[in-house]
């Protein structure tokens, strides 16, 4: 069963996974979220980042602003997938134990976090 999010850490990561039929509504999605809920939105990456296997944008929020956000993403996502993961400032951790999804799971390149 895929893990759904909840609001249980100070602060959050939500990666919006997408690919080069998807770039512009990604986009679209990442900034709409940002202006309308306070986040902040990293850069759009048209690669795989570090652990994530998609292209991506990262969104950069809070717990004040999760139980508002959660659902807009949800409901505004269009078949994208989301990973959205606490952060404790332990990658492994917040991107194993602390990740949940907003559709489809995704493996995880996790072998970025050997050694730290």
């Not at 609001?7 to 309308?36: G, K, M, Q, T």
């Not at 902040?40 to 717990?63: E, I, N, T, Y």
């Amino acid at each position: 069963m895929i893990q759904r999010p909840r609001n249980e850490f100070a602060s959050y990561h939500a990666h919006v996974y997408f690919d080069e039929n998807s770039v512009e509504p990604a986009r679209a999605l990442c900034e709409a979220a940002a202006a309308l809920f306070g986040g902040s939105m990293g850069r759009v990456h048209q690669k795989p980042v570090g652990p994530h296997p998609h292209w991506s944008c990262q969104l950069a929020f809070d717990a004040a602003q999760f139980d508002a956000l959660m659902p807009w993403l949800d409901a505004h996502r269009a078949g994208l997938n989301i990973l959205v993961h606490g952060r404790t400032g332990n990658g492994l951790v917040d991107h194993t134990a602390n990740a949940s999804w907003l559709g489809e799971t995704s493996k995880l390149n996790l072998s970025i976090f050997e050694g730290s």
